[in-house]
């Protein structure tokens, strides 16, 4: 039987992801509780970073750690993939050791390259084009806000990027409407956009973004791999800064998310980042709870669905 994989959040269809989302809170009040959950006891995740990471790196390692399971570190400084071994090789072999792969990776292509050898569930810990983890962590910490996110309208300011790619796959399966505000020359992905048309529009002024939004987020203005153009990028997205007087544009009960690290005084003011509609340290925490239940379901949902009937 195929690996069920996790690349893009359009792997798992809306039940799967409402079933994730809600053992996701379960575990949760577990792991607040100090109920033991070890579900996945002998189980193993490798992780190759060939980027940064503070938030993926612990909530994956925790989170075997809790589920009984343990957690391995790779990257490309201290294993073969650094030193020009094929993906493909390195798919083959690790799936044969361990019992799901996560991979933090640049080019989207190197994870589906990685899922088409491996025998075993990949997990997309952030490449170039996705970052579908972080949704699943910004979908629970605004249902335990302000509820479903059904009908309602979600302001993106900011980068084209990764994230905001993901956001448009949310908005097509969570069925919200999801205004993109940036500056030209930094549109999200045309593809992902034309299969969005229906829940996505692309303005250029911040402040028509944000009219109506339960829900504002933004991202950093340049993303891990585009250090070098972090000034001409500070240029370009001048303007689009989150500021207060924005929010108070949006709906008067909006939230604020910031998938992290932030830089205040770029992307997002302190003031709001650090301000009463902010919910972005229960937006981080979540990366722990719902990584947990996706690890569950790719491990046990083919085998033992009834271990996991909700
Ligand atoms: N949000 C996020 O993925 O954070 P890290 O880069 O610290 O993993
Ligand atoms: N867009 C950012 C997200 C970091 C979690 C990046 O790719 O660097």
């Known amino acids: 039987m195929r690996p069920r994989h996790f690349l893009t959040l359009n792997d798992l269809d809306r039940n799967e992801l409402d079933f994730v989302l809600r053992r996701a809170g379960e575990l949760k009040r577990l792991q607040h509780q100090g109920v033991p959950h070890e579900s996945l006891r002998g189980k193993v995740l490798g992780m190759v970073f060939e980027k940064s990471s503070t938030r993926t790196r612990v909530s994956f390692e925790a ?20 030193r020009g071994e094929p993906v493909e090789d390195t798919a083959r072999v690790l799936s044969r050791m361990l019992d799901v792969v996560m991979i933090r990776t640049f080019a989207h292509e190197t994870l589906e390259r990685f899922a088409a050898y491996s025998q075993v569930p990949v997990i ?11 949704l699943l962590a910004d979908i629970q910490a605004f249902q335990e806000h302000r509820g479903g996110l059904a009908g309602r309208t979600v302001a993106w300011v ?3 990027n990764n994230m905001c790619n993901s956001y448009m796959e949310a908005a097509g399966i969570f069925d919200f409407q999801l205004n993109v505000a940036c500056p030209e020359g930094f549109d999200p992905d045309q593809t992902l956009l034309q299969a969005n048309t229906e829940r996505v529009r692309i303005v250029r002024d911040p402040r028509e973004a944000v ?31 989150v500021t207060r007087e924005l929010m108070n544009l949006a709906a008067d009960d909006a939230v604020f998310l910031h998938c992290l690290p ?3 005084g770029e992307e997002v ?8 509609q902010s919910i972005v340290w229960d937006q981080a925490e979540n ?24």
């Open 63 to 82: 989170g075997m750690a809790q589920l009984g399971g343990n957690a391995i570190f790779l990257s490309p400084r201290d294993s073969q993939l650094g």
């Open 124 to 134: 997309n810990g952030l490449s170039d084009d996705h970052h579908p983890c972080q």
């Open 158 to 160: 900011g980068d084209g």
């Open 211 to 241: 009219a109506g939004a339960s829900l504002v987020t933004t991202d950093v203005w340049a993303s891990m791999g585009q250090e070098e153009e972090q000034a001409e990028r500070e240029r370009a997205f001048a303007g689009y800064q």
């Open 262 to 264: 932030a830089h205040r």
């Open 269 to 276: 003011a302190a003031d709001v980042i650090d301000g009463e």
């Open 287 to 310: 990366r722990l709870h719902a990584q947990k239940a996706l690890l569950e379901f790719l491990l046990l949902a083919e085998t033992s669905p009834r271990t996991l009937q909700a």
